[in-house]
């Protein structure tokens, strides 16, 4: 991972009160400006509501934050960028408790699963804290008695940190502690869904001596978005979510010919072989549909199971799938909440119903009535007898649903795996390493899991 962020991001040669105080350093007094209304998933509650920047407002961070790079990306300021990440990890783990309610409060995560993910967060901060000097050291790639090549890493300059809501810190903190661990100056845009946790996240990283210009805090919608990716004073765009968001940063983006990074949709999938033990992979692989409520940027979308273990599989797996329990998400006992967005209950539907009126059997899905009366809740459910003229089986879904095929061996999984226009990860159950390895090395996927 480190490796990657040296490629990423350096190149050769009390809350409301905290977001007011925020808002008004950065945005002045007296514009009128729209709002973003932050929604509780669970209740349909309004949360807060929080102002936007404007799109001069946006440049000016930048042009601020490009200003005091230089001096914060010196390499002989190397050990305050470190120490400044590992008081913002410590400030992480002091504030989870609070932290995680709001993350809650906002996108519907269980509590329980928005604390792991805050501390996966802070661990991968402190990882890139204690690792920045390893990969900036600059080193000789030859050398003669005339003649010496030497490699040396500087900052990009200002990076925009474009992120998602599904992990709003997890996602963020791959970029942003990345990039001010090797002297970036950022701009961060966090979701318009978790504007709270990215308002937070700033505090924080102030608190902890990052300065307020060489890390930025712009709030706002896709205008804001745009806006921030089409400035020309950008060393390096990075966005996490959706394919075609992504498209059209990257547009915005390519007349700067600035570095662009996406990380954007998958439909992943996993195939399970017959020599596996089936009760454990089948309760890992509903885990991996399932957890987040199937918004995970590498949940399991599609799985393939061998013809010789699919009934033994797909009885465990439902078994699994049963004993999730759905409701409340301040519930530490919750692990499914409603889903973050309202829209995402009509896409799914529009999937689940393609699929059966195409000929595919509902085997586990609870009946509306079973449900919360409020908040965006969707019943998990598994779908057999699917096949790739379905939907669920050809786009992302980003949500408790999941289609089961059964195939004949290796070769049908290995093809049907590739049938897909995403390529974000996919995996392989099996305990013979070497079709393992066939397998990933066959896939046209970005990362495979064995």
Not at 67 to 88: C, D, H, I, V
Request: aromatic residues 8%; hydrophobic residues 40%.
């Amino acid at each position: 991972m480190i490796q990657a962020s040296r490629a990423m991001l350096a190149r050769t040669q009390t809350y409301a009160i905290h977001l007011r105080k925020i808002h008004e350093a950065s945005n002045g007094q007296g514009a009128s400006r729209s709002m973003l209304r932050v929604i509780n998933p669970a209740n349909e509650q309004l949360v807060a509501e929080v102002s936007s920047h404007t799109p001069s407002e946006v440049q000016a961070a930048v042009a601020k934050a490009s200003a005091a790079q230089r001096e914060w990306g010196a390499l002989s300021n190397l050990p305050t960028r470190q120490a400044a990440l590992m008081k913002f990890a410590e400030l992480l783990r002091q504030e989870m408790p609070e932290l995680s309610k709001l993350l809650t409060s906002e996108m519907g995560k269980p509590v329980k699963q928005a604390s792991g993910e805050i501390a996966a967060s802070l661990a991968r901060v402190r990882y890139l804290a204690e690792n920045a000097g390893k990969v900036l050291e600059p080193h000789t790639m030859a050398q003669t008695k005339s003649l010496e090549e030497r490699v040396e890493y500087e900052p990009l300059g200002v990076v925009a940190n474009i992120s998602a809501w599904n992990y709003p810190y997890f996602v963020a903190t791959n970029v942003f502690a990345a990039a001010i661990a090797t002297g970036n100056a950022v701009v961060y845009k966090p979701s318009e869904l978790t504007p709270l946790t990215g308002a937070a996240i700033t505090r924080l990283l102030h608190a902890a001596g990052v300065p307020e210009e060489t890390f930025a805090l712009v709030q706002g919608g896709a205008d804001v978005g745009a806006s921030l990716s089409e400035n020309p004073q950008l060393d390096g765009v990075f966005f996490t979510g959706s394919n075609s968001t992504g498209r059209a940063i990257a547009r915005a983006a390519a007349p700067n010919m600035c570095r662009i990074q996406l990380e954007l949709g998958g439909k992943d999938p996993v195939y399970v072989r017959r020599d596996v033990d089936v009760s454990k992979v089948a309760a890992a692989v509903a885990d991996g549909a399932f957890y987040n409520n199937g918004q995970s940027c590498c949940s399991v979308e599609r799985i393939y199971v061998d013809k010789e273990v699919a009934n033994e599989f797909i009885e465990a797996f439902i078994e699994t799938v049963r004993g999730f329990k759905q409701g409340c998400p301040t519930d530490p006992s919750t692990f499914l909440g409603p889903l973050a967005r309202k829209a995402a209950l009509a896409h799914l539907d529009k999937q689940v119903g393609d699929a059966i009126y195409k000929g595919a059997k509902p085997a586990y899905g609870k009946s509306d009535t079973s449900l919360p009366t409020v908040g965006y809740f969707y019943p998990p459910t598994v779908l057999l007898g699917v096949d790739h003229s379905m939907k669920i089986m050809q786009e992302e879904s980003f949500g408790p649903v999941i289609g089961i095929q059964i195939v004949g061996g290796d070769e049908e999984a290995l093809a049907l795996m590739n049938d897909t226009s995403y390529g974000l990860t996919a995996s392989v159950y099996t305990n013979d390493e070497q079709i393992a390895l066939r397998f990933l090395r066959s896939l046209n996927t970005g990362t495979g899991y064995w």
